[in-house]
């Protein structure tokens, strides 16, 4: 099936016109998994957004800390559990993990069912309920394909309207009806908003509880490998670069000496890219059967700094633009970084420049990167 990449968008008003929500959204991705937290804090304004986003740190540190993700959320619901009815935060939630193969598992404390929308029509989730820390908690699993994701929400959304234009809210059934009546009439897009509208319609002003309407869908991902630096131990060149051919997306290589190995490699020749005219950035180069070769660390580091510009004002003329835009396109970057000291990054003229050692600007792109909701994996070699 290959890497599947989740696109996560939501929808949220808060129920005070304060404007802070006591619903709370937090997602992070590892090279493995999507992970997407919906947590509902208790009451509404900054009281029960505190609690909300008091959830969803704990079980991220705890995730982050190598707790299986049942394990963290069976802590969570303890810590729970002793708070029902205290002073203490507390908070109702929903986990969701996506493996990068469409693997999908939903685990629920007291929050409503997950909607499964298709390619061409949608269902409530079936899940099952059993007793977990002296809590009833709900379980669901599944495969999502590419073109398929799920529609999470809180309980904003299913008490819509009670008492007034709904007599018992809007529940997940009806919810359901009316995304498949959006999806037979070719309105897919922005399905999560489109819940959303409906659901503070049917509330009518003032808005009756915090909204938060969450959908993840799964579409086939965009991957970028880059390689740069030759590795530590000139033996392991040819297993490295035969790992790194293997694998599955867009190839770069990044520095001349990295290049010219590729190159023997594969048995061709590496030229210069002409048509390169920037008058500050390095030209590129050319080996058949790799997307696209750059200079090294003089390029990582421009590349560094232009990743927050405007691309209509890059120089179209330009590796470093190319690399820009190979970047940018990417879900998930993988960096295989070879360790071999080069003595030219420790002239002073490097310093001077402001140009920063390879293996420090790979960390610095992928803090940042990794900031714009891409995936960054990086491998020492």
């Known amino acids: 099936m290959g890497y599947l990449h989740v696109e996560i968008d939501i929808a949220q008003t808060a129920k005070k016109d304060s404007g802070i929500c006591g ?10 998994a999507t992970v997407v937290l919906l947590v509902d804090g208790i009451g509404s304004g900054i009281k029960a957004n505190i609690y909300a986003n008091m959830a969803c740190s704990r079980l991220e ?18 810590t729970m559990h002793e708070s029902r009815g205290s002073d203490m935060p507390y908070s109702v939630f929903t986990i969701v ?5 469409g693997e999908a598992t939903i685990l629920s404390y007291e929050m409503p069912e997950a909607i499964f929308v298709g390619r061409h029509s949608a269902s409530v989730l079936q899940r099952r309920n059993f007793t977990l820390e002296r809590e009833v908690i709900s379980e669901s699993n599944l495969f999502l394909e590419s073109g398929e994701g799920l529609v999470l929400f809180s309980d904003g959304i299913t008490l819509a309207g009670i008492g007034g234009k709904t007599r018992q809210g809007w529940n997940p059934v009806e919810i359901c009806r009316f995304v498949n009546d959006k999806l037979a009439a070719g309105e897919r897009k ?10 503070i319609d049917l509330w009518g ?11 993840v869908f799964c579409r086939p991902g965009k991957v970028a490998n880059i390689l740069t630096g030759p590795p530590s131990s000139p033996v392991d060149d040819q297993k ?35 048509e390169d005219t920037s008058m500050i950035s390095p030209p590129g180069y050319s ?48 960096f295989m970084v070879g360790m071999t000291l080069n003595i030219g990054h420790t002239d002073i003229a490097f310093r001077q420049q402001g140009i920063i050692p390879r293996i420090k600007i790979v960390e610095l792109l992928a803090e940042k990167l990794t900031s714009e909701g891409r995936l960054i994996d990086i491998k020492k070699v």
Do not use: W
């Not at 421009?302 to 940018?328: C, E, G, H, K, M």
């Open 287 to 334: 080996i058949k059967g790799i997307d696209l070769v750059t200079e090294g660390a003089v390029t990582l580091n421009q590349l560094y700094n232009i990743l927050d510009a405007d691309p209509n004002f890059l120089d179209p003329d330009s590796a470093v633009t190319r690399l820009f835009d190979a970047i940018i396109d990417a879900d998930r970057i993988n």
């Open 205 to 215: 002003h003032p808005c009756g509880d915090d909204c938060t309407v969450l959908s």
């Open 97 to 101: 993990r996506i493996l990068n193969n």
């Open 240 to 274: 490295i670069i035969s790992c790194f051919l293997a694998l599955p997306g867009l190839k770069i290589v990044c520095g001349a000496t990295t290049a010219q190995i590729v190159a023997r490699h594969l048995g061709v020749e590496m030229t210069i890219n002409a």
């Open 190 to 199: 922005k399905i999560h908003q489109k819940i959303h509208r409906h659901a």
């Open 23 to 32: 619903d709370a959204v937090r997602s992070f991705r590892t090279p493995e």
């Open 61 to 78: 540190k705890l995730l982050e800390s190598g707790f299986s993700l049942r394990k963290a959320f069976s802590s969570l619901v303890k």
